[in-house]
Structure formats: structure tokens, C-alpha cells
């Protein structure tokens, strides 16, 4: 995974989590003062627009995820990080839908339980994005040739 692919990816889902949690917390927990007023929180609004405006970005960092990362490691067989990686792959979808459904329903009860299953899965994808293995990619082994016209790697400084 390149450099920029990683960024991309901890951006958006930092961003779609931030923003997610704060209009859960302004929905659901922060009173208005404004007795009339339908929202929670005055602000309840441009976290929801913020969050809807990002998690697009997060379903591209996924697919930059799923496409450079998660099946290059399958493919080498790598076991580390295999099940919470697993985790956030399988996720992705109901989550998406979820985020989906809520905008697109009607009925007062489905709105609302859609919207709490939303926030459940997601939070178990925010908690298994965080105890992910996270590792940078070892720098690029240099080569020399030898004197046989061989490359041979440069041995380590502990040899």
C-alpha cells in the first residue's frame, strides 16, 4: 500500500468517526436550549452533512484498502492482523447500507433502529480499525553487485 493510500485511508475514517460520534452525542445526549426546536443540538445538523459529505472518502480508503493491502496479504498468506482485518472488510457493507437506509426510510421505528444498529456496527469497526496491526513498510533493501555480476543484498549491521 503506498504511502497516500494509508493517509487517504486513516483520514476519511478518522473524519467519517469523528464526525459520526459527535452527531450521535448531539443527537442523543446534548439538550438544545431551544425548547421548539426539533434537533438536539444546533450543530446536530452540520455534523450529520459533515459525515454524510465524508464517508464516501472511507468507502474509497476501504476499496484502496481491500485492493492494495488486505488481498496482497492473503495472497502472501500472512496470518498477522488476519482477523481484525477481516473484521473491518466484512463490516463495510452493512455499515454502508445502514448509513444508506437511514436516509432513505420513512417510518419513525425503522429510522430509528436502523440508526442504532448504524452506530453499533460502526463502532465495532472503529474498535477493530484500532487494534489492526499498524505497521510502515521496511525500507527498500539496497543491492550491490558483486564482483560475479550477482546482486546480493547488503547485510544487516547487527551480522
Known amino acids: 500500500m503506498k504511502r497516500w493510500e494509508a493517509w487517504w485511508n486513516h483520514a476519511a475514517l478518522a473524519a467519517v468517526s469523528l464526525t459520526g460520534i459527535v452527531y450521535g452525542v448531539f443527537k442523543y445526549w446534548v439538550p438544545n436550549p431551544d425548547p421548539d426546536s426539533r434537533a438536539g443540538h444546533p450543530l446536530q445538523g452540520v455534523f450529520l452533512k459533515a459525515h454524510l459529505l465524508v464517508a464516501p472518502f472511507a468507502l474509497i480508503g476501504v476499496g484502496l484498502l481491500l485492493h492494495r493491502h488486505a488481498l496482497a496479504r492473503m495472497r502472501m498468506g500472512e496470518r498477522q492482523g488476519r482477523r481484525t482485518g477481516g473484521l473491518i472488510l466484512w463490516l463495510v457493507v452493512p455499515v454502508a447500507l445502514t ?12 429510522v430509528r433502529g436502523t440508526g442504532w444498529t448504524h452506530a453499533a456496527l460502526g ?32 547485510p544487516d549491521e547487527n551480522d
Do not use: M, N, W
Open 123 to 154: 463502532a465495532v469497526f472503529v474498535i477493530g480499525y484500532l487494534l489492526h496491526p499498524k505497521r510502515r513498510s521496511p525500507p527498500p533493501v539496497l543491492q550491490v553487485a558483486a564482483d560475479d555480476g550477482v546482486t546480493e543484498p547488503v
Open 99 to 110: 448509513g444508506v437506509l437511514i436516509q432513505v426510510l420513512v417510518e419513525p421505528r425503522a
